[in-house]
């Protein structure tokens, strides 16, 4: 990206999200919340705690896997994004937008939870519709009511990870991103333990 591009695209950042972006992040929450709700519809107890193999997640794990991510994003990333500092001189934020969009739901890489986010079955599937709903809805509220969250950034592995260290940061528009991007990934799990030729019919 050339000095110039850089200047613009850092200024641009520091003006707040243009209704655009507003916009894409809205669609991206509804999509992920969509989506669940179609993977888990009508299932029954059995289905809901399935396991293909014992190194496979139930769809009950899954999502309080999916649960997880969501509260972390809301709690302590949220806490720490609001005193972090901005972005640094040239910070491409379009890219990383593009890759939190694209790349983050691709299930071809897998990468294993890290032990604090590993589920325990503690969530019956009532309970977790609840939660997800909640959490849904708290997550448009961050997203609504923070005119500041392209002006922070903090370490985040998912954007190393993928981006194989060219990014090491991300905003709090693009921690919005990443979470929906994380349960439409997990949505995608969830439908292939269903499509297990063991799955129960009832």
Same mark, same amino acid.
């Given at each position: 990206m050339s000095t110039i591009s850089?200047?613009?695209a850092t200024a641009a950042a520091a003006q707040g999200l243009t209704e655009t972006e507003l916009r894409q992040a809205r669609v991206f929450l509804e999509e992920a919340k969509d989506?669940? *709700?179609?993977?888990?519809?009508? @299932?029954?107890?059995?289905?809901?705690n399935f396991k293909p193999a014992a190194d496979r997640w139930s769809i009950a794990e899954i999502m309080e896997h999916v649960i997880f991510v969501q509260e972390r994003v809301l709690g302590p990333v949220r806490k720490q994004l609001a005193s972090a500092p901005p972005p640094p001189p040239g910070?491409?934020?379009?890219?990383?937008?593009?890759?939190?969009?694209?790349q983050f739901v691709n299930r071809v890489n897998k990468f294993?939870?890290?032990?604090?986010?590993l589920p325990s079955g503690k969530y019956s599937r009532g309970e977790a519709v609840e939660r997800y709903t *909640?959490?849904?809805?708290?997550? @448009?509220?961050?997203?609504?009511?923070?005119p500041d969250l392209r002006q922070h950034v903090m370490e985040a592995m998912p954007i190393q990870v993928i981006s194989q260290g060219v990014y090491k940061v991300?905003?709090?528009y693009q921690w919005i991103l990443a979470c929906?991007?994380?349960t439409q990934r997990h949505t995608k799990q969830i439908l292939e333990v269903a499509a297990d030729r063991n799955f129960p019919l009832n």
């Open positions: 850089s200047g613009v989506g669940v *709700a179609g993977a888990i519809l009508r @299932l029954t107890d059995a289905q809901w910070y491409d934020y379009q890219a990383v937008d593009r890759i939190a969009l694209n294993p939870a890290p032990p604090f986010a *909640a959490n849904h809805r708290g997550l @448009l509220e961050y997203l609504e009511s923070t991300m905003d709090g929906a991007a994380h």
